[in-house]
């Protein structure tokens, strides 16, 4: 059982390989249906002075990717941005600059998943409000995918679609990179990683991008 906060110290033990292994052997746990208890009360308790995260992950909004479980993490584990389609913008980047610079944490992950909404809106051209502009944040990943995969470049082909949410993953990390010196910096020391996967709506699992 969980009824141990991470302090500072064990943050700062850490490292951004040691801690993509933990998201992903927790992920595992979670595949097989054996997350590990955690002692709420006590890790609340632990938390109210402060925080140390080991991780800040980028997610879908999507009900069906409940991030924290999808790794096995508990309270004061990780932070989370969620926006529809995974993408960065300066809010999220200005937020993931906090969890790294400031507040210590040791990776950056950017996850997308498996039939995404967003990404099949983006597909077919969605005009609607503000999803239009939303939207826009992820053409690019569609534009390339419609070069790299055979058939209709809709939300019908879900070769296309799959493809457009490897792509917007790794354009994501991309310009996560190019427009923060901060990370960008960090991640060239080796103080944090920056890194993507795909999460599977059929069977739970994390793939590395």
Not at 172 to 185: H, Y
């Amino acid at each position: 059982m969980r009824n141990t906060a991470l302090s500072k110290e064990l943050q700062g033990n850490l490292t951004p390989t040691s801690v993509l292994e933990d998201l992903l052997d927790g992920n595992k746990r979670y595949i097989d249906n054996n997350l590990t208890a955690s002692d709420v009360t006590s890790l609340v308790k632990q938390t109210t002075g402060g925080q140390f995260p080991k991780a800040v992950i980028l997610s879908c909004i999507d009900s069906r990717v409940p991030v924290e479980l999808v790794f096995d993490q508990t309270i004061g584990d990780v932070f989370v941005a969620r926006v529809a389609g995974n993408f960065e913008n300066v809010d999220i980047l200005g937020s993931m600059e906090y969890s790294c610079a400031v507040a210590g944490s040791k990776l950056v992950f950017v996850l997308g998943h498996e039939s995404c909404g967003a990404v099949k809106a983006a597909c077919d051209g969605v005009e609607l409000g503000n999803i239009t502009s939303m939207l826009s944040n992820i053409t690019p990943a569609a534009k390339m995918a419609s070069e790299q995969v055979d058939g209709v470049a809709d939300s019908s082909n879900k070769e296309f679609v799959a493809k457009t949410v490897e792509n917007n993953v790794k354009l994501t990390i991309e310009r996560i990179r190019e427009k923060s010196k901060i990370l960008q910096e960090m991640e060239d020391n080796g103080e944090i990683s920056i890194v993507g996967g795909v999460y599977s709506l059929h069977t739970g699992k994390v793939t590395m991008l």
